[in-house]
C-alpha cells in the first residue's frame, strides 16, 4: 500500500514538473514572437498532445507542447449526436470571470425592482442603438432584467463620446445624467476620479468592438442591439444557467 502511495505521489510530481515545462515554453515561445499576448493561465485540452492558452479576457488559443505551433478557432466536441462547442464555453467562463471583478459602483445601474437576471452593457453615448436599447430598459426592467452600463468610447479615450461619459460617471445622479446624455442632451463637463478609460480597456480585451455590447450572466458576448422581449428571454436563460453552474 506505501508503495502503491508513493508512486501515485511520484506521478503526480512528474505530471506537474511536465505541465510546469509545457507552460514555460509556451510562454516564452508568445513572448518571443512579438505579439502582446495576455496570458492568464496554460492548461491541457481534451485533445491529446493539445494545451489550451486562455488570455486575459476569456479569448483562447491552442497550442503544442514546444509552443512552436499556435492555432486559433474553435474546438468541438461530437459526443451521442450533439456537438459542443468547447472553445466558446471556455471564453465565455473567462469573459464572466472578467466582469465579475467590476464593481457595480463603477457602473450606471438601472436595476430592476424584483431582479431576475442582470446584462452587462458597454455603451456609448453618441451610439444611435445605444439609445435606442436605453429606451428599452423600462421594459426589461418591467421583465425583471437589471442593466448595468460601461463605458466605452468608440472613437477612444479624448474623443467626444469619452469625455459625455467621463461627465456621466462624475455626476452626483449618474442615471440622470445617463438619460439626458442618451436623449442627446450636452451635459455640464466634470471630471473626477472614474473608471472609463478602464472600462473601455477592460472591453477591447473580451472583445468589444462596437456598442452596444452585451454581456450575459453566464459570459455570453451579444454583439449589437437585441429587441427587450428577445434581450429579457436570453438574459433569464443566461442567469439561469449561471446559477446552475455555481451551485454544480
Not at 462547442?85 to 438601472?110: D, P, R, W, Y
Not at 442627446?184 to 472609463?196: E, F, I, M, S, Y
Amino acid at each position: 500500500m506505501r508503495l502503491k502511495m508513493m508512486a501515485a505521489v511520484l506521478g503526480l510530481a512528474v505530471a506537474s514538473a511536465v505541465q510546469a515545462d509545457v507552460e514555460q515554453n509556451i510562454r516564452q515561445q508568445l513572448k518571443a514572437s512579438g505579439l502582446d499576448l495576455p496570458v492568464e493561465s496554460v492548461a491541457e485540452s481534451p485533445l491529446a498532445g493539445i494545451y489550451q492558452v486562455q488570455l486575459k479576457g476569456g479569448r483562447m488559443l491552442y497550442a503544442s507542447a514546444d509552443g512552436q505551433y499556435v492555432l486559433q478557432g474553435y474546438l468541438f466536441q461530437f459526443k451521442d449526436g450533439k456537438a459542443t462547442n468547447l472553445t466558446e464555453q471556455a471564453e465565455q467562463q473567462g469573459i464572466a470571470k472578467e466582469l465579475a471583478k467590476v464593481k457595480a459602483s463603477e457602473m450606471v445601474v438601472f436595476a430592476a425592482k424584483d431582479e431576475k437576471a442582470h446584462i452587462n452593457v458597454f455603451t456609448d453615448t453618441d451610439c444611435g442603438y445605444c439609445r435606442k436599447l436605453h429606451q428599452e430598459i423600462p421594459e426589461l426592467n418591467r421583465q425583471g432584467v437589471s442593466v448595468r452600463y460601461l463605458a466605452f468610447p468608440r472613437q477612444g479615450v479624448g474623443s467626444h463620446g469619452y469625455n459625455t461619459m467621463v461627465s456621466v460617471w462624475c455626476a452626483k445622479d449618474r442615471q440622470d445624467a445617463m438619460n439626458k446624455a442618451k436623449g442627446g442632451d450636452d451635459l455640464p463637463a466634470a471630471q473626477c476620479d472614474n473608471p472609463v478609460t478602464k472600462q473601455y480597456e477592460l472591453g477591447q480585451l473580451i472583445g468589444v468592438n462596437g456598442t452596444p455590447a452585451i454581456v450575459l450572466a453566464d459570459g455570453t458576448l451579444v454583439p449589437g442591439y437585441q429587441p427587450a422581449p428577445q434581450l429579457a428571454k436570453a438574459a433569464l436563460q443566461a442567469q439561469a444557467a449561471a446559477d446552475k453552474s455555481k451551485k454544480q
